[in-house]
């Protein structure tokens, strides 16, 4: 499917929101992923592109979709716990380094696992590739260095949306879990 003339170029790349049969949000898609949801018949178009995006292949107009819902209910396991993953690490802090504030490509634990630090959220950072060599196995103390923010476990049920919000799509507000303030 290529998308039609009028879009703007980043419509391939754009993601798409993802709810349950309930219509409790799950997590987003790229689009890709979404229009073959949809495709296959396992979810359907709630919401689409608010501009009136469509994409064409030889047989099928599809509008470009900013909202789908799975028509299965899937049932989401109860995590105590949050799973510490590379994703929801940048997730949680913002794709910025914790040391200097730049763009984070890498992963780092505060205190290194060399000396004892454990692979835990209160204990793992993103950074920058620059940060991280700089640190290298060496405590904060030692460098003189300050973290920027706590590291801390995501909390809420909707964890995997701790970023929703920065994609700005006005379609996407009713279904996104209020913040605590």
């Given at each position: 499917m290529s998308a039609r003339a009028g879009t703007e170029g980043g419509t391939l790349r754009r993601h798409v929101l993802l709810l349950n049969a309930s219509y409790e949000p799950l997590t987003t898609l790229p689009l890709r992923r979404a229009v073959l949801l949809v495709l296959r018949d396992k979810a359907e178009v709630v919401h689409g592109d608010a501009a009136g995006a469509v994409l064409h292949s030889a047989t099928t107009?599809?509008?470009v979709p900013s909202v789908i819902r799975l028509r299965r209910y899937i049932r989401v396991p109860y995590r105590r716990r949050v799973p510490l993953t590379r994703v929801a690490l940048m997730?949680?802090?913002?794709?910025?380094?914790?040391?200097?504030?730049k763009r984070a490509e890498t992963i780092d634990h505060v205190i290194p696992r060399s000396r004892g630090g454990a692979h835990v959220w209160e204990n793992?950072?993103?950074s920058c590739k620059p940060c991280n060599h700089k640190k290298a196995d060496r405590l904060l103390d030692e460098l003189g260095w300050t973290l920027n923010v706590t590291p801390t476990v995501p909390r809420g049920l909707h964890w995997r949306l701790i970023n929703g919000d920065q994609h700005g799509d006005p379609q996407w507000a009713p279904y996104m879990p209020r913040q605590a303030a």
């Open positions: 107009v599809l509008s997730r949680r802090d913002g794709n910025h380094c914790a040391y200097c504030g793992v950072v993103a």
